[in-house]
């Protein structure tokens, strides 16, 4: 006894510190849950999405319902309809049990979570220290840039699926079960497919394997728990884009598709797009997999997902919540480095992710389907630093340029 003693005391009490670090991070997160409640309860408004997944929750446990017939229709008029795989609604079962309220409070609070985990898996992928403060820290100077805040204001999955994402492939490149994130979060949501064209240009078979069996398992949930949804899904409802958006001009549409819709005022730009999202999407992924035989698997990851969201026929605004690790990186490495410039650039991108939240003054408006002149820069914001940010990792020494020979292996 008198031996372990000694060393079971300093165990104990770093016990203490880490669940005593962990309080403030609990407060905000309930706090902003309880002012989600609040807000909710005194407008009745926002929250959209998450409307959608519970009214999907809701119509599927019912076990008549027919899925992509339950509708939501808020409180501007707008009608919502589910638009995600019927795994994704098997998973989201737990909304159907409870209130709008109770459903906001508790989904908004695991929101700020898997906020905190993302500034912790991204400190952690960049190479620095992960501690309580550091995440904290992060925490709150992300949650009002308009990507997470929208993220929030509308209930939306993304946070949670692009956490599986980094947590899947910023571990161990030979890790016997990489690449299961992936499967996963592609089952939810298939945006996330995107990396497993990402793995089979690094050929990493196993984990491009492993997602598949995954994302297959999960298409396989589905079919044996809503065949006829199902079916109805895989059979061509995925490529309904109009229950996405009735037009892609819209500013919250931060693809290469909604750029071109503004640019061109006209929502047909369907054969432009696709061109220029294949040449876009080749591009991109060329230029992550250069990031990564570089030595800089964060920044091949960052570059697939900024890849998929410039190349989607709809990358919402909260869609982008993949700023959240590119600040991160940028912030550390500038700092890390001494390099003013990058912490500027990383303090610059903040206050324009943040100030960007003026989008939905445009709405109100009632003029957010034309554009004109210095207009344009300003509504293709993120699409501009999506492609700036490719450019300058395809010119970045030992990073990102795809020589000839390097688009021949790739091909391969």
Known sequence: ????????????????????????????????????????????????????????????????????????????????????????????QPLAYLGAATGIGIWSAATVLALAAVVRASLRAAGTGTGPGAVLLGTVALLPVFPVAGHLQVG??????????????????????????????????????????????????????????????????????????????????LFDTARVTADPRTVLNQSLHGALARLGDTAEVTVVWLLLAVLVGVAGLVVAVRCVRAGDEFLGVLACATTGLLVSPAAWHHHWVWCVPALVLLAVRGRRAGDRVAVAAAALLWAALVASAAWTLIGLRDTDLHFRGLELLHTNLYVLVGLLALGWLALRPGGGRADHDDLERWAR
């Open 156 to 237: 939306q999955v993304g946070l949670f699926l692009m956490l599986l994402v980094l947590l899947d492939l910023t571990g161990d490149p030979a890790g016997r079960w990489r690449g299961w994130g992936v499967g996963i979060a592609a089952g939810i949501k298939l945006t996330p497919l995107i990396f497993v064209v990402y793995l089979l240009c690094l050929r990493r078979w196993r984990a491009a394997g492993m997602a598949t069996v995954a994302f297959g398992a999960t298409v396989g949930l589905g079919f044996a728990w809503r065949p006829a949804d199902s079916i109805r899904f895989w059979g061509g409802g």
């Open 1 to 92: 006894m008198t031996i372990l003693a000694p060393t079971a005391a300093p165990r104990a009490g770093r016990r203490i510190r880490t669940a005593l670090s962990v309080i403030p991070l609990l407060l905000l997160a309930g706090s902003v849950a309880a002012a989600a409640v609040v807000a909710y309860r005194s407008t009745g408004r926002f929250w959209g999405d998450l409307a959608v997944y519970r009214t999907a929750a809701i119509a599927a446990a019912s076990g008549d319902g027919r899925l992509y017939d339950a509708t939501h229709q808020g409180a501007d008029g707008i009608v919502l309809g589910f638009t995600y795989p019927p795994f994704a609604a098997l998973a989201l």
